[in-house]
């Protein structure tokens, strides 16, 4: 089972969370402290109550006062916590997808990691928010075989039913070999609808299938035969159907190496799994890169942002 460093807080009553929080927010300076330790230790669902009741005692939007308050990227891991997940998640695709060029990294962070429910759940909030299908925003930002593998995702082709078809594996592992290392060039066609349309536990079986006929991982067959964002694409799957932690790990290790540090990703991955595996990500962190997450953000960060960070990721 995936286990979260975020749990629901125990003894939890909004009026007083909402009152301490008006509290910290009212007359001069603000009380960073006591909104960390607040928001940090409760689960979505719990801000959420939080929120309503802010607006029933205060007429004030919760939202807009911690904007008001706080600034910078200390801001926008506050703001983070108190959109609902799904909405949080349509915001930085959107974000991802706005401006000059496209985020493809965190259109596949977010998108090729998801179950058809989940990625139903974001269809339909995302044009709820901006009025527009999500497949028609992401057709006019992204291009080629990328485009067609993000488009299949997120029509929900992915098969659900719970069954696997061993024999079938067996088949699709030929027809991945056929359409990459046995042949010149590459039909990444076939790649595209086998990855986007089985479940992960009938992918886990191909991939298996796929080491026995080739004598080599279905990672080292992408590396050879793709390049660019469809590779990352096709990568994130693979990791995900093996180890969504592990996914995940190395995606905040990358965040935070060289110079400088990807806080949008940082702040997108720490809050999005703090309720679903962020302790097992961390457990995986640690296996690979021999320190633990917490260390890690703390070299990376500081002020009030580190403190928040660290307080969603919880003691080593």
């Not at 939890?12 to 301490?20: L, V, Y």
């Not at 696997?164 to 039909?187: C, F, H, N, R, V």
């Not at 990444?188 to 004598?215: C, D, P």
């Not at 703090?274 to 002020?303: C, H, M, W």
Request: glycine content about 6%; overall charge negative; proline content about 3%.
């Amino acid at each position: 089972m995936p286990s979260p460093t975020v749990v629901p807080y125990a003894n939890f009553k909004a009026s007083e969370d909402g009152d301490a929080l008006r509290a910290a927010m009212k007359g001069f300076g603000t009380d960073e402290q006591s909104i960390i330790d607040i928001l940090t230790a409760r689960s979505n669902a719990q801000r959420q109550e939080i929120a309503k009741y802010f607006l029933a005692e205060y007429g004030r939007d919760l939202i807009e006062d911690l904007k008001s308050e706080l600034g910078g990227i200390f801001e926008d891991v506050i703001i983070a916590l108190m959109y609902p997940p799904v909405n949080y998640l349509c915001k930085e695709i959107h974000k991802a997808m706005s401006g000059v060029g496209t985020n493809e990294s965190a259109l596949v962070e977010i998108l090729c990691t998801k179950t058809n429910e989940e990625i139903k759940q974001i269809v339909k909030t995302y044009e709820d928010l901006y009025d527009r299908p999500l497949a028609e925003h992401m057709c006019s930002e992204t291009s080629g075989h990328f485009r067609r593998l993000l488009t299949l995702i997120v029509t929900g082709v992915r098969d659900e039913s719970g069954t696997i078809d061993p024999a079938m594996a067996k088949e699709q592992a030929a027809k991945l070999y056929a359409a990459g290392e046995s042949k010149l060039g590459t039909d990444e066609e076939v790649f595209n609808r086998i990855m986007a349309h089985g479940s992960f536990e009938q992918l886990r079986l191909v991939f298996e299938e796929y080491k026995q006929l080739s004598g080599q991982s279905i990672e080292q067959a992408i590396k050879h035969e793709m390049s660019g964002e469809l590779a990352e694409a096709m990568q994130a799957i693979v990791e995900c159907v093996q180890s969504p932690a592990d996914f995940f790990a190395t995606c905040l290790y990358r965040a935070m190496k060289g110079m400088g540090t990807d806080d949008s990703t940082l702040i997108r991955i720490i809050v999005s799994r703090s309720e679903i595996d962020l302790n097992d990500i961390k457990r995986e962190f640690e296996r690979q890169y021999d320190r633990t997450l917490l260390s890690a953000v703390k070299s990376e960060t500081s002020g009030d942002y580190k403190r928040a960070l660290c307080a969603l990721i919880g003691g080593a």
